[in-house]
């Protein structure tokens, strides 16, 4: 195994939650009185942490989102999550041979913990990740693509960040992992590989990963 840690983003890359998100978070900003396509939500938030939809909302239009905006965003995702959202294909397989050899893994995502674990324990996931492999855009004080949230998963995971490798399919976790002098894969299901130009590595399949980690 070339690398001594491999941090994962969390949604598009474990859980099949971008459509989910994107689709609602559209249709939340329409309502809201921003227009906003699913295609339009995908080029421009995926991948984001909650701090950016609003901040970009305000540059644009001078308007800020109401006060409770995560809170009701959340509850229409959580509440789509249980009836709808799966393991991303091919992702049991991956961290299942990553457990059997040993090789340390974590997830380091822009959601919330909250919006983590209800992803993981609806898909089942949870049983790969206890609380000490999960690090989230809460636990620093900014979100991708600043490199603070994978520097802050390498530090708590005792690896130097040289030595990790990241799993990210938007083009905000590929500047971040960048910038944290990590090598990073892209994943592509979602996201045209051009726009993750940056990454050491594209793949369109998470079953592929295993064998390219060796």
Known sequence: MRYDLIIFDN???LVDSEPISNRLLATYLTELGHPTSYE???RDYMGSAMHRIHELVLERTGQRLPDDFDDVFHAR??????RELQP???????LEKLAADGVPYCVGSSGSHERIRVGHRTTGLDRWFTEDRVFS???????KPEPDLFLYAARRMGVAPERCLVVED????????????????GFT???PANRLAQANQPF???GELADLLV
């Not at 991303?88 to 991956?94: E, H, Q, T, Y």
């Not at 938007?170 to 894969?185: E, F, H, I, T």
């Open 170 to 185: 938007s083009p905000l976790g590929v500047q971040a992992a960048v910038a944290a002098g990590m090598d990073v894969y």
């Open 11 to 13: 949604d598009g890359v």
């Open 40 to 42: 339009e939500s995908i």
């Open 189 to 191: 299901a979602m996201t």
């Open 88 to 94: 991303v294909a091919g992702v049991g397989g991956v």
């Open 77 to 82: 995702v959580f509440a789509a999550f249980e």
């Open 137 to 143: 855009s809460q636990d620093v004080g900014r979100g």
């Open 204 to 206: 369109t399949d998470m």
